[in-house]
């Protein structure tokens, strides 16, 4: 028999916890997950409210855009392209080979008649050339959008004065909205933004589209009761880039545009305003004089040049 000690054996024990046992689970608190993203968005950094500013007043951009050679040349080939040519309807991809039904074309007539009604004032491709120009104007275009009773968009307004439109950060909490997919609906949790428009010192609050909740445009508070007649409108935005507020696309020429212009503006400046000398008069081997007759109060700007011959000669400069 060996004198050598055995190693003590360790015991294990294993313990079965279930989460939906409340004698077993005790004070702990269920793993809860979060509904939705969880990202913290640049925009709360620099706002120390609720309404964020655009990085510069946006007025400039159209101004340049104005004063440029090229800028809306190119501005106008994208409203002729994007949305010049009209707007059609189309099946998707996925029902595009597919055989008619009486509920498809149900939907698809009733898709047919709201693009065909956006606006009564102007035809739909308009409407959305005016947003083009606004988004490569602005960096981001906005339109107001109307429903009726029964919560369907039955008008699209066009918003003419893009800066006096400001937007509010993502705002908690999240609020959950359905979409739809196929043949069937799913819940989302989302936030959403709020806007507003000044002008000549009269705000006017609207909601972002797809928002569920009732606003009152006249405070921009959620209520939960509110004559339809008088509840906030929808804003739908169309930004160029993930910035708040959009970025134009032609950001990197700024500095040409405006560089060209102040040049061009200097030099017609130049020939109406400029230091051309309508009439020179050359004095050699003579000096200026300060005596009678210079600077008197009947010409307080004449002065004198003395030959070489001592001759002293008047000039009225």
């Not at 655009?54 to 007025?59: E, I, K, T, V």
């Not at 979409?179 to 609050?205: A, C, I, L, P, S």
Request: aromatic content about 8%.
């Amino acid at each position: 028999m060996s004198d050598k000690k055995q190693p003590a054996q360790q015991r294990v024990s294993v313990r079965i916890v279930k989460a939906d046992d409340p004698e077993q689970r005790g004070e702990m608190k269920p793993i809860a997950k979060a509904d939705g993203s969880l990202q913290i968005s640049p925009e709360e950094a620099y706002t120390a409210g609720i309404w964020t500013k655009p990085p510069f007043d946006l007025r400039g951009l159209s101004k340049m855009v104005d004063e440029s050679t090229i800028l809306p040349q190119c501005i106008r080939a994208y409203k002729s392209n994007i949305a010049g040519f009209g707007i059609d309807i189309r099946y998707k991809d996925d029902f595009a080979d597919a055989d008619e039904t009486p509920e498809m074309k149900a939907e698809w007539d009733h898709a047919t008649e709201v693009v065909d009604m956006l606006n009564m004032e102007q035809e739909s491709n308009e409407l959305f050339e005016d947003i083009v120009e606004a988004r490569e104007t602005y960096g981001c275009a906005y339109a107001e959008v109307i429903r009726d009773m029964d919560g369907n968009v039955i008008q699209l307004e066009f918003i003419e004065d893009t800066p006096s439109v400001e937007k509010s950060r993502r705002l908690d909490p999240r609020v959950e909205v359905t979409y739809f997919h196929r043949d069937h609906t799913e819940n989302r949790m989302r936030k959403f933004r709020k806007y507003k428009q000044t002008v000549n010192g009269k705000t006017v609050y609207y909601k972002e589209f797809g928002d569920p909740r009732i606003m009152d445009p006249a405070s921009g508070e959620y209520v939960t009761e509110l004559e339809f007649k008088s509840r906030a409108n929808e804003i739908i935005e169309f930004a160029i880039g993930t910035a708040t507020y959009g970025k134009v696309r032609w950001v990197g020429s700024i500095l040409t545009v405006d560089g060209a212009r102040r040049a061009e503006n200097l030099n017609n400046n130049y020939f109406l305003n400029g230091r051309h000398t309508p009439l020179l008069i050359m004095v050699k081997g003579g000096s200026r004089c300060t005596g009678p007759g210079a600077g008197t109060r009947s010409a307080p700007s004449a002065c004198c040049f003395r030959g070489s011959l001592g001759k002293a000669r008047p000039f009225a400069g």
